[in-house]
C-alpha cells in the first residue's frame, strides 16, 4: 500500500514523511504539490493508494476542490483521506466534513507527531 501526501509545501512534505519513517511506517509514499498533481499521480496508481495526507490551501486546486474532484469516482472515493491544514476553525473542520462526509480525520497544523501517527495507523493496519 501507497500513501499519497498532496502539500504545496516541501518543508511539510518531508516533515510528514519523516515522522511516518521514524515511527516505522514504512510503506511508500508519493507526492503532489497541489491537488491538480494529486490527481494525477492517483489516477495512475489508484489501484496501490490506500491512504491521502492532503492538504487544505495549495494554488492551482486545494484540498477542497481535490475531494470534490475525486468524490463520484468509484475507484477512488473509498479511499481515505486525512486533511492536515493550518485551519482549526470549526467552520473549515465542518465544510471539509461536508464535502467528503467519509473524511478520515482532520489535523491541524502544527501538528504533534504521536497526534498524526495514531491517525494513520488506525487507516492503515
Known amino acids: 500500500m501507497?500513501?499519497?501526501?498532496?502539500?504545496?509545501?516541501?518543508?511539510?512534505?518531508?516533515?510528514?514523511?519523516?515522522?511516518?519513517?521514524?515511527?516505522?511506517?514504512?510503506?511508500?509514499?508519493?507526492?503532489?504539490?497541489?491537488?491538480?498533481?494529486g490527481i494525477k499521480v492517483l489516477s495512475g496508481n489508484y489501484k496501490d493508494i490506500g491512504l491521502i495526507l492532503l492538504d487544505w490551501q495549495m494554488p492551482k486546486m486545494d484540498g477542497i476542490a481535490f475531494m470534490k474532484g475525486i468524490s463520484s469516482v468509484p475507484e477512488v472515493k473509498e479511499i481515505p483521506i486525512v486533511m492536515i491544514t493550518a485551519?482549526?476553525?470549526?467552520?473549515?473542520?465542518?465544510?471539509?466534513?461536508?464535502?467528503n462526509p467519509n473524511l478520515a480525520g482532520y489535523v491541524v497544523k502544527p501538528f504533534r507527531p504521536e497526534t498524526l501517527v495514531e491517525t494513520v495507523r488506525l487507516l492503515i493496519e
Open 2 to 37: 501507497k500513501i499519497l501526501i498532496v502539500d504545496d509545501s516541501l518543508m511539510d512534505r518531508k516533515l510528514l514523511m519523516n515522522v511516518l519513517r521514524k515511527n516505522g511506517i514504512e510503506h511508500e509514499i508519493l507526492e503532489a504539490v497541489n491537488g491538480e498533481e
Open 87 to 99: 485551519s482549526s476553525s470549526e467552520d473549515n473542520r465542518k465544510q471539509a466534513h461536508e464535502v
